[in-house]
């Protein structure tokens, strides 16, 4: 009896329209604001919005019902890391999260997250960081990732004094009629026509002409965007996360748009990565560098071929750019 209440109440969704309600943002009222940046002074910071957890499981709840999907956590820490806080040399460790959510019908995607081991939430942060991420790839919540971060006055506290207003593409309802930021659409003014004239019950329908373009578009940001980050990344890593993941040599040979995404996010945080490297590079001279690289035995920069490596490689030098000298 009980496999065949479960074989009833958890049934295949309807992947294009899953899909386009995953996408649809969030309602105002689940829209945070963090700080992620703050003048010198401390009296102006720039500010993105974000949704938290349960904002994500409640969509995913609505759509699929609590059996028709679930999520895995699998979490690795890394100990002994020196680093600095409050202007003071600490040893602490990370906490390394990877969360993967499977909806059925629309099978699994990984996301990850990580966080110092001596922050009070560590554990929470990075398992939100993971959990998010991995639902970033079924498109839920992935439009957080159009919002560049706006300039406001803080208060004592640093805290907004007042928060933005969303952008009206950012909208649940003006979402549904078509509304997408700048350059996301078929035709450039916010909205996908229907027909010469339009859709005249506030509706709009794309014909099966136009869906098409819209997905040859679609498809084809996605390749610029991938191979726009070519030059942000070592070029070995960048063809390996392409082969690993893509299972190609070139962007426009992935047909599945769920992977080209993927593919994005991994080339994504491996920029986030080498931005980590710069700054503690600009921390180090040269043969300091280089020192450091033997002892980690890892590759020259340039030449760094996988995310793994890229990872430990990072890790390994904010530890000893912040360790003190023998």
Known sequence: MASEQASTSVSTPDIKSAIAEL????????????????????KRGQIVPYAGPRAYADRLNALFTPQGWTREYKIETMS????????????????????????????SHSGTGEEWADDQ???????????????????????????????????????PKRIPALPAWA???????????????????????????????GNPKPNGRQASACANSSADELDTRIAALEKAVAP?????????????????????????RRVLEILESAVRGFDRLSAVRKRLDAKTL???????????LTEIADMKTLRNVVFGLEQLADSPPA
């Open 171 to 201: 909208i649940p309802e003006n979402w549904r009629k078509g509304m997408r930021p700048p350059g996301k659409n078929c035709n450039g003014n916010g909205f996908h026509a229907n027909g010469a004239n339009g859709s005249s019950n």
């Open 80 to 107: 002994n890391i020196t680093r600095m806080k409050n202007g003071e040399s600490i040893v602490t460790g990370k906490i390394l999260v990877t969360c993967t959510v499977t909806i059925i019908g629309l099978w």
């Open 121 to 159: 939430n560590g554990m929470t942060s990075a398992d939100a960081q993971a959990f998010k991420r991995a639902c970033s790839c079924f498109g839920l919540g992935r439009y957080f990732y159009e919002f560049r971060g706006s300039w406001v006055d803080l208060d004592q506290n640093q805290q």
């Open 23 to 42: 996408e649809v943002p969030f309602p105002p009222d689940q829209v945070q604001w963090r700080v992620t940046n703050t003048a010198k002074d401390k």
């Open 290 to 300: 280089e020192s450091l690289l033997a002892k980690l035995q890892a590759p020259p």
């Open 236 to 260: 070995t890593l960048y063809r390996s996360v392409l082969r690993e993941y893509g299972r190609v040599e070139q962007p426009k040979l992935i047909k599945d748009a769920s992977t080209k």
